[in-house]
């Protein structure tokens, strides 16, 4: 919007929050102001296929969504009949997380890992929303947004399930859902694509933030992540 490089509406939402804040507090009390944000990520299954998968066009079969305040990473994962490992699996969930610990708590510090097991997709892609909603944090993170937005709505619809109702925050009076792509700037850096969801929570791409704030810098070879990590330590 007027070639900004993040969407406009999220800057009139935080100055719309500061106002109210404002407005509406007793000046007597303070506010923290500090801004809540969880991480999110899908994973689809891909065995059958031997392509890029359409949007909705195979299940979804693991989402990861990290909260930042609580430091907890919340893993929902699908059962599958024909994979005999997921047995194995769930009876060694507890061995999962130790490792998990032993991996990551001294980069990153300790994380509470939460694993959720389902046996009908449509329930795991609801519960997501349903988390989302239940904490309201300020925004989500989802590098390539295009993709996981895009797919989990897909895939709603695929399974006979409102994209609007299970997505959007019972709050709202009016809902709407709906995806913004920029079919005008196709460098990372300048696109202005937007995810508008009826919820307490903003929806980001973090690779098009991290390209717009990069960009004066340095050109940008890859946005995959590896490339991008290997990058930054180099």
């Not at 929050?17 to 009390?29: N, Y």
Request: hydrophobic content about 35%.
């Amino acid at each position: 919007d007027w070639s900004s490089d993040v969407c406009s509406s999220i800057s009139l939402y935080r100055i719309y929050w500061d106002l109210l804040v404002e407005k509406t507090r007793p000046k007597d009390l303070k506010i923290n102001k500090k801004i809540t944000k969880q991480y999110m990520d899908i994973e689809t299954d891909i065995i059958d296929i031997d392509h890029f998968p359409l949007p909705g066009e195979v299940p979804v079969f693991m989402n990861s969504l990290f909260d930042e305040e609580t430091m907890t990473m919340y893993t929902f994962l699908l059962r599958n009949p024909e994979n005999p490992l997921i047995e194995k699996f769930e009876k060694e969930i507890d061995r999962v997380q130790k490792r998990l610990h032993d991996l990551f708590d001294e980069s990153y510090g300790v994380i509470k890992y939460e694993i959720y097991m389902y046996d009908r997709e449509v329930d795991l892609i609801t519960d997501i929303f349903k988390l989302i909603n239940k904490f309201k944090r300020d925004y989500i993170m989802i590098w390539n947004m295009d993709f996981d937005a895009n797919y989990l709505v897909a895939r709603l619809e695929k399974l006979g399930r409102d994209p609007v109702k299970t997505i959007c925050h019972k709050d709202f009076k009016n809902k709407e859902v709906y995806y913004y792509k920029d079919r005008h700037n196709f460098d990372v850096p300048n696109r202005g694509d937007y995810f508008f969801t009826s919820t307490y929570t903003k929806f980001i791409d973090q690779m098009i933030l991290y390209g717009a704030l990069r960009k004066v810098q340095s050109t940008q070879r890859s946005f995959k992540l590896n490339a991008i990590a290997k990058d930054r330590k180099s």
